[in-house]
Every structure is written in C-alpha cells, then in structure tokens.
T-cell receptor, first 111, second 114 residues
Framework: KQEVTQIPAALSVPEGENLVLNCSFT??????LQWFRQDPGKGLTSLLL?????REQTSGRLNASLDKSSGRSTLYIAASQPGDSATYLC??????????FGTGTRLQVFP | NAGVMQNPRHLVRRRGQEARLRCSPM?????VYWYRQLPEEGLKFMVY????????ESGMPKERFSAEFPKEGPSILRIQQVVRGDSAAYFC????????????FGPGTRLTVT
C-alpha cells in the first residue's frame, strides 16, 4: 500500500530563508509526483509536476526534485516570502490513476 | 478555458438530509476524480469516473455515498442521510485521459452537517 509522508509537519521561518520540504513514498511505482499549495479554507494550486522519468522541475523560486529509487522528493523554496505561507502537499500518481497525498507541511514565513 | 467548477462552494445540511455536490470538469476532460479532506486530515481518494462509467470506487464509503458522471451534465457526488462525520471539504479533479500527466482541481465544496 502506497503511503506518502511529509517532513516537517510544520515550519516557521523568517522572511528570506531558503527552505527544503521533504516528501517520501513507500512504493517507487509512481507515474509522477505533484506538489500543491493549499491556503486555509481554499482549494489546491498545482505548483510543479515531475514525471517519473524526470529528476527535477523548476518554476520561479521553486524547484522540485524526484528520486524514485530512494522514494523521495524535495521542494526547495528560495528566498521565502510571507506570501509563501500555506500548506504544501505532495502527491504521487499511481498506475490506477489515483493521487495519494502526503500529510502536508504547514509553512509560516514571518516578516 | 474555464477550470474545474464545483458547486455549491459551501453546503449546510442537517443530519439525515441528502447532500448533492456537483463538479463540471474542464472543457475536453472526460475523467473525473473525487477526493475528500476531513478536518485536520489529508486528502483521500474517493472515486474515479469516466463518462457513464465508474472506474475505481475503492475509496468510497460502503454506504450512503454514490457518484455518477452522466453522458450530459456534471459529475454528482451524492451523500444520503448525512451524519456529522461527513463534514469535510470535497474536491473534484479532472483530466483529459487515463494516465494523463496532471489532474486539475476545483475549488472544493465545504460540507457542514449540523
């Protein structure tokens, strides 16, 4: 059974810091790995999608990497800003077309 | 191209009533997925549908919950005789085909059972 775990569960940092959010999954048979952002009481915003054949994706200050052999993905946020405060979710897509979500990392960036 | 639409955004039901949640996928998408997010918990897969077919309902509770995606119109998630434990955010996602790269999420419906 595929399980996805995210560490840390919560993170509070001052503005400007570079951050690393971790995601680990138990079954390497995933099609792709998505990172989402969720603001309180809101929906999901897709941030980055990494195909199983890829190692990383970048968008602006965000960079996500994927290592299928070790079952890990990381989301790197450069020069964090208060507007980055949200819950970050990773999700692996299984061959059954269902996304398995991680437990989330609640990020707070203070000025 | 409008995104995935869900309505209502907020729904309040009393215990024992029925709740109907609607999801209109993105234009050209024929695959719909429903996920549920219970308070203080992660999102969990519920059901995967194509037009007129249920592909995978392994995440659906055995009783009171049903889903459909008719040939015409939105996908409907129906919860009969709601209980307080059904209070959650229900998210719908769509994709253009099986094994597609990405699922696109709607804003969710927040169900509160009083």
């Amino acid at each position: 059974k595929q399980e996805v775990t995210q560490i840390p569960a919560a993170l509070s940092v001052p503005e400007g810091e570079n951050l690393v959010l971790n995601c680990s999954f138990t079954d390497s048979a995933i099609y792709n790995l998505q990172w989402f952002r969720q603001d309180p009481g809101k929906g999901l915003t897709s941030l980055l999608l990494i195909q199983s054949s890829q190692r990383e994706q970048t968008s602006g200050r965000l960079n996500a990497s994927l290592d299928k052999s070790s079952g890990r993905s990381t989301l790197y946020i450069a020069a964090s800003q208060p507007g980055d405060s949200a819950t970050y979710l990773c999700a692996g897509l299984l061959n059954t077309d269902k996304l398995i979500f991680g437990t989330g990392t609640r990020l707070q960036v203070f000025p | 191209n409008a995104g995935v639409m869900q309505n209502p955004r907020h729904l309040v039901r009393r215990r024992g009533q029925e709740a109907r949640l609607r999801c209109s996928p993105m234009k050209g998408h024929s695959h719909v997925y429903w996920y549920r997010q219970l308070p203080e918990e992660g999102l969990k897969f519920m059901v995967y549908l194509q037009k007129e077919n249920i592909i995978d309902e392994s995440g659906m509770p055995k009783e009171r919950f049903s889903a459909e995606f008719p040939k015409e119109g939105p996908s409907i998630l129906r919860i009969q005789q709601v209980v307080r434990g059904d209070s959650a955010a229900y998210f719908c996602a769509s994709s253009p085909r099986q094994g597609a790269n990405e699922q696109y999420f709607g804003p969710g419906t927040r169900l509160t059972v009083t």
